[in-house]
C-alpha cells in the first residue's frame, strides 16, 4: 500500500511511491503516539523531576524503542506475507479487527470515570521542592556533577527504549497498523523508512511535550486526556471499520 504501481511511462521494475499511503500510516502513528498514557506519565515525571534534558532523553529513548520495534514489525510481516501470499487478507482483516478493538478501548476510557482524572494537582506536587517552588513548573535545580547527570540520562533513556520495545500494547497496535500498510515486496528503503517514521512521529511529539512543559502543555494534555482519548479512539474505529467494509 505504500507503493503503487508504476505508471504508463515509468520503468515498471521501479513502483511509485504512494503518498497517501504514507500520510495515512503518519496520521495513525501521530494518534498514537498524542494518546495520554504510561509513556506520556513517564516523560512528564522525569522532565519535572530532572528538567528537559532529562525529559528530552526519555522521549529519544521511547522513540528508538518505537522505530525498532515498528522496523522489527515491517521486516517480518513483509516476509509472511512474500513467503505465504495467501496469508494477506486474514493478516490485513486480524489488522483491522485489532484497530476496531483499540479504538473501542480508547472510547470506553474516554468515557469511564477516572477517580483520579484530577492530574493537575499530581504534577504540581512532584514539580514542588523542599524549598517550596512554583507548582506547575520545571523548577530550576543546581546542576549535578556530570558523572551523575550522565548516569541520570542514561537511565531515562534506557528506561524510555524498555517501555516502548517491551510493551504489549504497543506490540499490538503495531500489528494493528503496519498490518495495513506493509507488502510483500516491501525492500529495505522502505522498511527503514517506516521505521524512521514512527521513530520521528514518537520522540518528535515526547520531545515538543518535554520541551514545552514548563508552559503547561502537560498539565493540559492530562486535564483533556478524557477527550483526548474519544477523538483518537473515534477515528481508530472509522479507520478500521473502513478496513473491514
Not at 507503493?3 to 511511491?17: H, I, L
Request: with cysteine; net charge negative.
Amino acid at each position: 500500500m505504500l507503493r503503487t504501481e508504476a505508471t504508463e511511462g515509468t520503468d515498471p521494475s521501479v513502483p511509485t511511491v504512494n503518498p497517501e499511503a504514507w500520510l495515512g500510516l503518519a496520521t495513525v502513528l501521530m494518534l498514537g503516539a498524542t494518546s495520554p498514557g504510561p509513556s506520556l506519565a513517564y516523560v512528564l515525571r522525569n522532565t519535572i523531576n530532572g528538567g528537559r534534558v532529562a525529559g528530552l532523553a526519555s522521549a529519544l529513548g521511547h522513540g528508538l524503542g518505537m522505530g525498532c520495534y515498528a522496523f522489527l514489525f515491517a521486516v517480518v510481516l513483509s516476509a509472511a506475507l512474500q513467503a505465504s501470499p495467501e496469508v494477506e487478507a486474514p493478516l490485513r482483516m486480524v489488522g483491522a479487527l485489532l484497530l476496531v478493538g483499540i479504538g473501542a478501548a480508547f472510547l470506553r476510557a474516554g468515557f469511564a470515570p477516572r477517580p483520579n482524572s484530577d492530574r493537575r494537582d499530581d504534577l504540581e506536587e512532584e514539580s514542588e521542592d523542599d524549598d517550596g517552588e512554583q507548582p506547575g513548573r520545571v523548577a530550576a535545580r543546581e546542576r549535578p556533577e556530570v558523572g551523575l547527570a550522565e548516569h541520570r540520562l542514561g537511565r531515562n533513556f534506557g528506561f524510555g527504549f524498555a517501555l516502548a520495545f517491551f510493551n504489549p500494547k504497543i506490540a499490538a497496535f503495531l500489528l494493528a497498523v503496519y498490518s495495513q500498510f506493509v507488502e510483500a515486496d516491501a525492500g529495505l528503503p522502505t522498511q527503514v523508512g517506516m521505521a524512521a517514521l514512527a521513530f520521528v512521529i514518537d520522540a518528535g511529539w515526547y520531545a515538543v511535550v518535554a520541551v514545552l512543559l514548563s508552559g503547561g502543555i502537560g498539565v493540559s494534555l492530562s486535564d483533556h486526556g478524557r477527550r483526548i482519548d474519544q477523538v483518537i479512539g473515534a477515528v481508530m474505529l472509522l479507520f478500521g471499520f473502513s478496513v473491514l467494509f
